[in-house]
């Protein structure tokens, strides 16, 4: 049995996570390289909404909430790399 809105917590996670490995690539952390990396992962997560509703022969469909839930899981990626950052450098 599924958690009610547990798609939208997987997508959430999902691009949380791929903002936070995506942040440890670069040497020096500028803002506009964090903001630049959101974006990305934000707009890839709308391109394969966008892809998924033209796919509808395949079962699937374009959900504007999973698109949002991608985009806000992106932008507190930054956040938990943060203070991961902050965390590990105290130990």
Do not use: N
């Amino acid at each position: 049995m599924l958690l009610p809105l547990s798609d939208r917590w997987i997508h959430f996670l999902l691009f949380a996570i791929l903002v936070f490995l995506l942040l440890h690539i670069p040497q020096t952390l500028k803002w506009r390289t964090t903001v630049a990396i959101i974006l990305c992962a934000s707009l890839f997560g709308w391109g394969i909404e966008m892809l998924q509703g033209q796919l509808t022969f395949l079962g699937r469909s374009h959900d504007a909430i999973d698109t949002l839930a991608d985009a806000i899981g992106a932008a507190l990626g930054y956040p938990f790399f943060y203070f991961w950052q902050k965390w590990t450098s105290l130990t």
